[in-house]
DNA sequence: TTGTACGCGTTATCAT
DNA sequence: ATGATAACGCGTACAA
């Protein structure tokens, strides 16, 4: 709208050479204190700021990066952006955010581009680095074609994936802990005395799904014990998915219901709670439930939710750390340590309620 | 990483003038078919993208939008923002999202950065425009300097706030229903027999709560009725604050309390619902319970939440129209007719539950 | 229809 | 410590 200023200006009203200005604005060290001290006023005074398209053609930087996950709507990936955005703006970087929509969550406003759509609008929005969450890359069945596509971004900017290693994917890959909270919820339910424990939720064919679940049956058998199949009910991260998901296993298991139940999520655990009191039967009670991710206020539910804390905001802070240090040059590959942590309340049956 | 190929790659490799071929990339009519095709393929064939640095540096366009909130994980927001992403994108703008974390939710990383620190970071990325829902510009005392330093911004971008007209404020303002939701649930409780309602949840001191809450009363009025003050406790938007509203409540009208409360969203009320449980009460049965701002899963909450769904996704297209039509220069404000639409379910007591 | 040449605002190189 | 100037990749006025 207004005119914008440029450097020329503040070195015309400065009396001094572009040059010695742009060495003030990149604060080298070969400027005269006085001289810098009278620019640095003038730039304040005439509200300067210098332009990253020209900036741009000298050093190709943005100082923004790209985040790419399916559903921002989706608390797992909102405490995640969160931390994101925040330690990238710490760093100076800005985050263009681009929802996916993976999931059928939001049918009436789907997208009709692929993510290796994205991949092509990111690389044009010249970002300095590609931060992705979810949606394919998270498929145990990835297609070639979209490997090749995500290599190709990688080829010209650095990408880091949140999940595990993909075998063909150049990407940078910050590993999550899929197994620990399971373990530790499994633990929990055999120390209150059930060995008839179920899991519900999580998409078929979704890595960090199959990954929990071979963890839960993997803990089961820890303790000589085979889960059933039919107490083992996948069906998305939603609600909705663990209400019907819920409602199969009672369905299902008419004489053999299981004693206690796990749920990938909090929502899912909302919903199972949700269609276990549509069945009549009352948490934690008939079954006791915990949920292994949390997020929500769960803390407000009805019971009061069990679950664990994966730390996912620390998740989102390594990663940027990661990916910063790869736009910079640096290839070593960082390791997220994070300890799970439990957190027991009143659906698990280890307090009682009032 | 890989080096870049220009717009003169392509004039050589195509044999024509670099001219021609910005001609093709700007779908200019005066190129010959044969050679635009041509010059088509081989862009194809080369993966050639224009620099958004150089074409930034002709037209100053960056065809990225800047969107300031105080929290994406709050849900409000989180819907809002995904219809804003969303549609940008489909007019070819990408959304650069900035949490300012006004709200005291997350101290743990709260920045120690300014609302008015955010518009000189957003200037400095250069977007073409801006979109601000929450925060500063929501308070009722805006304190003259942050009005100057959105003046300031927009001065430089067009700016829209979502919120209802700032005095002195030059931003383009899309304009909230705030009270139709609430109306329609005064009259629901009536229909349904309660004349004594009482409403908690949202911060003193933000427009939007002090709306609602007049709305609130001058709703009852026409039913001649004037609610008491000690039914009406603000504190703030999530879960516990809910909880704790609801516990003053309770505390303080030990032998008056009303039959109906509104809450002023769903985890208020979630966290409202909770406090009746923990004080022996029943809902809908002793207290019912409605809230005038959808999100969440409350349809799987206990008892299910009848509330108010406001549309704020259509809020958000909203928005990013008006805000790209400022873009492109026009200054007719878009009004927006939403029509909120009451969810009827079981907390309000008009659905007996099973 | 096509091409030449300049300018956009900044940083890097090379002088001084 | 400071300054002049080339270069970055593109769009566009102007010329042909």
Redesign the interface.
């Known amino acids: ?2 005119k ?1 200023i440029t450097i020329t200006d503040i070195a015309k009203k400065s009396g001094v050479s572009v040059t010695t200005v742009s060495r003030v604005l990149n604060n080298s060290p070969s400027v005269s204190p006085a001289k810098r001290e009278r620019i640095l006023r003038i730039i304040d005074e005439y ?1 300067y ?1 210098p ?7 000298i050093n ?1 930087k ?3 990066i790209g985040v790419m996950l399916p ?3 989706n ?1 797992y990936f ?2 995640f ?3 994101v ?2 330690f990238a ?1 710490s760093n100076m970087y ?6 996916t ?1 993976y999931t059928k969550n ?1 049918q009436k ?1 789907e ?1 009709p581009l692929s993510e290796a759509d994205y991949f092509k ?1 990111i ?4 970002v300095d680095g590609v931060l992705i969450l979810g949606g394919q890359i998270d498929k145990e069945e990835i297609s070639p074609a979209f490997i090749e596509a995500i290599n190709e971004l990688h ?3 650095p990408v880091v994936v949140v999940g595990s290693k993909i075998e063909g994917c150049n990407c940078l890959f910050i590993e999550r802990n899929s197994k620990q909270g399971i373990t530790s919820l499994v633990h929990h339910f055999k120390a209150l005395g059930h060995s008839n424990i179920g899991f519900i939720g999580g998409e078929p064919g979704i890595r960090i799904t199959t990954a929990r679940i071979n963890a839960f049956r993997q803990c089961m058998r820890t303790f000589g014990k085979e889960p059933l199949e039919s107490h083992i009910v996948m069906s998305d991260y ?3 998915d ?2 019907q998901a819920m409602k199969q296993l009672l369905d299902d298991n008419n004489n053999q219901l299981p004693t206690a139940i796990i749920a990938i999520n909090d ?1 899912v655990a ?2 199972a ?2 269609a276990m ?2 069945a009549n039967l009352s948490c934690p009670e008939d079954i006791a439930i915990a949920s292994c991710d949390q997020f ?2 769960s ?4 019971p ?1 939710l069990t679950t664990v804390d994966q730390h996912n ?1 620390y998740l989102g802070r390594m990663a940027v750390m990661q990916l910063i240090s790869a736009i910079n040059g640096s290839i070593e590959s960082i390791s997220v340590e994070h300890m799970p942590q439990l957190v027991i309340r009143e659906s698990c049956g280890s307090i009682t309620r ?1």
């Open positions: 709208m207004s914008k509200n700021t332009s990253i398209f020209a900036r741009g053609m190709h943005t100082k923004n559903d921002i709507t608390p909102a405490s952006f969160l931390q955005e925040h703006l800005a985050t263009i955010l681009f929802n929509m939001h406003y997208t609008i690389l044009e929005k010249q080829r010209n900017v939603y609600a909705p663990g209400y929502m909302l919903g709670i949700r009191k549509d929500l206020h803390d407000y539910f009805t009061r905001e009032s």
